[in-house]
């Protein structure tokens, strides 16, 4: 049974960071997609960033150039830094897996999700 598990979301005022950590149990992640996404309250869950099992990644665009997503394959954890934030980066941030094999930033392409970690951003 696959179980993926994040953590270290928090709050952080606007320009600051945090790293994200999501621990997956059940699945060899560099054997599979694994994408970030997040939802703030009253809008949809959007695609952050994912890393594909050859290690390519992409990233959404709200997010490029200040995320970055990255795997230790000897922990089977991934990792989101987040850099520079700003208060619309607020959400709830979730990890899945994906046994695809082409990069998909649709959620419904994702089969396995953790419960979620909560980051806000104050001004």
């Known amino acids: 049974q696959v179980h993926v598990v994040e953590s270290g979301g928090g709050l952080v005022q606007a320009g600051g960071s945090l790293r994200l950590s999501c621990a997956v149990s059940?699945?060899?992640?560099?054997?599979?997609?694994l994408g970030w996404f997040r939802q703030a309250p009253g809008k949809e869950r959007e695609f952050v960033a994912l890393?594909?099992?050859?290690?390519?990644?992409d990233y959404g665009d709200s997010v490029k150039g200040r995320f970055t997503i990255s795997r230790d394959n000897a922990k089977n954890t991934a990792y989101l830094q987040m850099n520079s934030l700003k208060v619309e980066d607020t959400a709830v941030y979730y990890c899945?897996?994906?046994?695809?094999?082409?990069?998909?930033?649709?959620?419904?392409?994702?089969?396995?999700w953790g419960q979620g970690t909560q980051v806000t951003v104050s001004s």
């Open positions: 899945a897996t994906s046994l695809i094999r082409v990069p998909s930033r649709l959620s419904a392409e994702y089969d396995y």
């Open positions: 890393i594909m099992r050859y290690g390519a990644t």
């Open positions: 059940g699945r060899t992640l560099s054997s599979t997609v």
